[in-house]
């Protein structure tokens, strides 16, 4: 495929950067969200929503649309994010984040937001739906990939690796996994609390073409994901590896931003970090 345009890329750059400072404003005001693994996933789901995924904001449930299932919903607020900078909603949506009534829930509703494909929190279960809607578009002769993007921590998960057996059987060549490799889960460190060893052999072992890639690097996200893309006969996954909390240092690989609220001080470091405002 053709490398991505610079002025592309760094207008992806620039807004990353732009909406980790947006992230950060909008769990400090509203005192909720998870901004560990929302960090860590800014640019997978950025190189999709913006770059490499078939989707139409005008028309979210057109039918050759891209699949774009984020397995690991605790994960929401940036997914949110994109999918209002993408045109699905408005972005003043986003101060409803997990309030009363709000279509922004604390984890995607694919009931009530648009451009969600699947209602995902309890992880192992994003990947298992990805392979039955990757084999009723094979059915339907569907061009579409589906993407599944799934959390390390996530792995532990028996569900996930009866997925890969299946997506491998059925030489699902249209389901393209991207493990968000930060290497931290809820309660601490992924080695710790349940040693995958491993995971490129593991993944190989069950019948996927394996890559890796930067996971904060859009230019070799981009060509990544265009490599799994064309692979032929067998599932693909695309190992990225990324930072929890990244971009703000006390967050940096530490478990307990998974989900915990941010208060003034830190709301303060973490804009010092980014290059933002302290203005709320």
Not at 120 to 147: E, F, W
Request: glycine share 10%; hydrophobic share 40%; with cysteine.
């Amino acid at each position: 495929m053709q490398a991505i345009a610079q002025t592309k890329l760094d207008a992806l750059n620039a807004q990353c950067a732009q909406m980790r400072i947006d992230l950060i404003r909008l769990l400090h005001k509203l005192q909720t969200g998870h901004p560990g693994g929302s960090l860590s996933a800014c640019e997978i789901l950025s190189a999709l929503y913006f770059e490499m995924a078939k989707v139409d904001q005008a028309n979210p449930k057109w039918p050759e649309r891209d699949r774009i299932i984020l397995t690991k919903g605790h994960a929401a607020p940036m997914l949110y994010m994109i999918l209002a900078k993408r045109g699905f909603f408005p972005e003043a949506d986003m101060d409803t984040l997990r309030q009363l009534g709000s279509h922004l829930q604390g984890h995607p509703c694919a009931k009530t937001t648009p451009g969600v494909e699947l209602s995902t929190g309890p992880l192992g279960i994003g990947v298992s739906a990805a392979v039955g809607m990757a084999m009723a578009l094979r059915l339907d002769k569907n061009p579409a990939t589906v993407y599944a993007v799934m959390g390390d921590g996530e792995i532990n998960e028996g569900t996930v690796w009866e997925a890969c057996m299946s997506a491998s059987k059925f030489k699902l060549d249209n389901l393209v996994a991207i493990v968000d490799l930060n290497g931290v889960q809820l309660d601490g460190r992924c080695e710790e609390i349940m040693p995958m060893d491993d995971v490129p052999a593991k993944f190989g072992a069950f019948g996927f073409e394996v890559f890796r890639c930067d996971g904060h690097d859009i230019a070799d996200l981009c060509k990544t994901i265009g490599q799994a893309k064309a692979v032929s006969g067998k599932p693909s996954v695309i190992l990225a590896r990324t930072v929890k909390g990244k971009g703000v240092s006390f967050m940096e690989g530490q478990s307990a931003w998974h989900g915990a609220p941010i208060g003034r001080p830190e709301f303060e470091q973490a804009m010092k970090d980014l290059g933002g405002e302290p203005d709320v």
